[in-house]
C-alpha cells in the first residue's frame, strides 16, 4: 500500500504551489484519465490536488467571434454549447465523437489534452516501454502495435495522442493558456503536444506545477465547411484508427482557405502547412484531395500490424475534405454517433 496525499484547492496560486512544491504530485480534474492510470500502477503520484473547485469552468464567446473555453469545462458542456456549436462546430463533433456519455460528464478539457497514450505496453505497468520507463526499451516495435503511429515515430516510441478534440483544436490553431510559478503563458496548440524523439516520457511543453486554465479558439469562419471524420474499430465508445478534422472556407467554388489534422496516426496531432496550401486557390475535386494526402503521408511508415493505416488515412482524408467542401460534417450523416 502507497499512501496518497489528497487536497482540494480553492485557488489557482495554492495549487500551483501544492504541485510545484512535490515532483511526485498531480492535479486532478475529473480523474477519468489519473485514476485509471493510478489503479493500474502506471503513474505513481505521492500526492494528488483536486482542481474541481478553482473556477476554470467558464465558456465564453469573445466579442470578435472567438471562444475561450476554461480548463475545467466538461467534455459535454462544451458539446452543447450554443456558442461552441455555431462558432466552433468541428470542436463540438470531435468531443461528441469521444468515449462515451458518462466519461464526458466527468472528463475537463485541460484533463482532455494531457490523457495519456493508450499502448497495451504503457498500461500493463510492467513490459519495457520507455515512457513508462526510459531506458526500458518499446515493446511495440517488435510486438502488437495495430494502434499505433505511422508518422513522427522514433526509434523509442511509437504511440499515438489519443485525443479527438486536440485535432480539431489544432486543425483550428487554438491557444493552450497556461498558469505557473512565473505568471501567465500561452501555448499555441501545434507547440503544445510533441513528437518522442529520443524523450518519449515526455508528452507535451507543460512544466510540472503548470496548471492549464483555458483554451482558445482565435476567430475564424470554418462553421459551414468542416468536418471531424473519426474511422474506429466500433461506432461508439472506441479510440480513432484515424480521424481527420478538415475546415475550408469556399467562395464561388474556390478554396480560399484551408485546415487539416489528423489524429491516430502521430503522438500528436499531425498538420501539414505545406498540403494545406496545395488546396488555396483550387475548386475541391477528388484528384486534389488525393494529392493533398499523398502529400501529407510522403512519409509515412508502417509496422508489423499498422501498415495499413496508411491507405486508411489516405481515404479518410479524401472522404473528410469530401464531406467539408458538401458542407456534410460527420454528424450529419452518421446519426447513430453517441
Ligand atoms: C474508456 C475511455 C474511453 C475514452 N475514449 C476517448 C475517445 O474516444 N476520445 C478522446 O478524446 N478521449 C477519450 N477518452 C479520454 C478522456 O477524454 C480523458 O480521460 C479525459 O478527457 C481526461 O480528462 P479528466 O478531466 O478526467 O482528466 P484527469 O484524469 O483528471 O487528468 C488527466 C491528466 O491531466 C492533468 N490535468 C488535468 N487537468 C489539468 C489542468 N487544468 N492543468 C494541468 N494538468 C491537468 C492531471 O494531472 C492528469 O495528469 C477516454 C477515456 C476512457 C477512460
Ligand atoms: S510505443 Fe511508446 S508507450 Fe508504447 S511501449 Fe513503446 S515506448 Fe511505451
Known amino acids: 500500500m502507497r499512501p496518497i496525499s489528497y487536497a482540494r484547492a480553492t485557488d489557482p496560486v495554492e495549487a500551483i504551489a501544492t504541485v510545484l512544491a512535490d515532483p511526485e504530485s498531480a492535479y486532478l480534474a475529473g480523474g477519468t484519465t489519473e485514476i485509471d492510470l493510478l489503479r493500474l500502477g502506471v503513474v505513481r ?20 467571434g472567438g471562444l475561450r473555453i476554461g480548463a475545467l469545462a466538461r467534455m459535454s458542456d462544451v458539446a452543447e454549447d450554443s456558442v461552441v456549436v455555431q462558432r466552433f462546430p468541428m470542436i463540438a463533433e470531435a468531443l461528441l465523437l469521444g468515449a462515451s456519455p458518462q466519461l464526458r460528464h466527468m472528463a475537463s478539457m485541460g484533463g482532455n489534452l494531457l490523457q495519456r497514450v493508450r499502448c497495451s505496453y504503457f498500461r500493463d505497468g510492467v513490459s519495457p ?14 510486438g502488437i502495435n495495430r494502434g499505433h503511429a505511422i508518422l513522427g515515430t522514433s526509434e523509442h516510441c511509437i504511440a499515438t495522442h489519443p485525443s479527438d478534440m486536440a485535432v480539431a483544436m489544432a486543425a483550428l490553431e487554438a491557444i493552450v493558456h497556461v498558469a505557473g510559478p512565473n505568471g501567465e503563458r500561452t501555448i499555441p496548440i501545434a507547440e503544445f503536444h510533441r513528437l518522442p524523439g529520443d524523450r518519449p516520457e515526455i508528452d507535451n511543453t507543460l512544466q510540472h506545477g503548470e496548471i492549464i486554465t483555458a483554451v482558445e479558439l482565435p476567430a475564424q469562419d470554418f462553421s459551414r465547411n468542416h468536418t471531424y471524420l473519426k474511422v474506429r474499430d466500433r461506432l461508439s465508445y472506441a479510440f480513432a484508427l484515424v480521424s481527420v478534422a478538415a475546415a ?23 498538420r501539414v502547412p505545406d498540403a494545406e496550401s496545395m488546396l488555396r486557390g483550387k475548386a475541391p475535386s477528388p484528384d486534389l484531395f488525393g494529392n ?12 508489423e500490424d ?25 454528424s450529419q450523416t452518421d446519426k447513430r454517433i453517441q
Open 248 to 270: 475550408l472556407r469556399l467562395d464561388g467554388g474556390t478554396v480560399t482557405d484551408a485546415r487539416l489534422a489528423l489524429g491516430g496516426v502521430a503522438h500528436k496531432p499531425w
Open 129 to 142: 516501454c520507455n515512457k513508462r520507463e526510459p531506458a526500458s526499451g518499446c515493446s511495440a516495435l517488435l
Open 45 to 64: 503520484p505521492t500526492a494528488l490536488v483536486d482542481i474541481n473547485d478553482l473556477p476554470l469552468a467558464r465558456i465564453d464567446g469573445t466579442d470578435d
Open 306 to 330: 499498422n501498415a495499413f493505416k496508411i491507405d486508411l488515412a489516405r481515404r479518410t482524408i479524401v472522404r473528410a475534405l469530401s464531406q467539408a467542401a458538401d458542407g456534410k460534417p460527420q
Open 292 to 303: 493533398v494526402a499523398d502529400r501529407i503521408l510522403a512519409g509515412a511508415k508502417g509496422y
